[in-house]
């Protein structure tokens, strides 16, 4: 298995590709420049199974649409944001971008209700709630892979902010610690922004968790 990291959209948020030996493939965080991403799919010879959302803040949803009409495939959030695909305020696009070019996609198609397994034809995630950078926020964890697609939850040397509706520093911190931090320590973290890094990284050198 593989995955390529693909930053779009206006904030060169990080959307993820994961492809098997069949070419089968998972869609994480496709924030935009959805024509591109569709062509350099088809240029691989990949065929997406599903799009998986991170959370729903608007530079990470830009191109649900095109590329779930294009290649007619399902859009999974965690059940707590399952309106802020359609809500412009709610995904901050109203605040960030104003009104004129606030970001509306169709609802999702599944709901993450709780942690556990996820199965997607002969993909299989360890879901984590992971929330306060947005209530909903989760994080998808392949052990045989060791990478956990964390969104905005955890950066290299940094954290998610915390200062948007839904958002607790104290809530993110625990994410982290009790939920990212038990990984172990090589597991790739493959961020919404910026380079990757790895959780003994992040836990010996982040200055959020190192002081703690």
């Not at 590709?17 to 350099?40: R, W, Y």
């Not at 993909?123 to 929330?131: A, D, R």
Request: net charge negative; charged share 25%; no cysteine.
């Amino acid at each position: 298995m593989e995955w390529k990291q693909i930053p779009l959209g206006p904030l060169q948020t990080n959307a993820y590709v994961l492809f098997n030996e069949n070419k089968e493939a998972i869609i994480f965080d496709p924030g935009g420049e959805g024509t591109k991403l569709n062509t350099l799919l088809e240029a691989e010879g990949l065929s997406p199974k599903a799009i998986l959302l991170t959370h729903a803040h608007f530079d990470h949803i830009g191109a649900v649409d095109d590329v779930r009409d294009f290649w007619k495939i399902p859009v999974y959030i965690h059940k707590k944001e399952k309106d802020w695909l359609t809500d412009s305020k709610k995904n901050g696009s109203t605040l960030f971008l104003g009104g004129s070019n606030a970001v509306k996609v169709n609802a999702a198609d599944f709901f993450i209700k709780e942690e556990g397994r996820l199965e997607i034809g002969s993909f299989s995630f360890e879901v984590f709630e992971t929330p306060g950078h947005s209530p909903g926020s989760v994080s998808y964890y392949l052990k045989e892979l060791g990478i956990v697609f964390s969104g905005d939850v955890l950066f290299a040397g940094g954290i998610g902010r915390t200062d948007l509706p839904g958002g607790s520093y104290d809530v993110l911190m625990d994410s982290i610690i009790n939920k990212l931090m038990e990984l172990p320590e090589q597991t790739t973290v493959a961020s919404g922004h910026g380079p990757l890094t790895r959780i003994g990284i992040e836990m010996d050198s982040n200055p959020y968790i190192s002081k703690r």
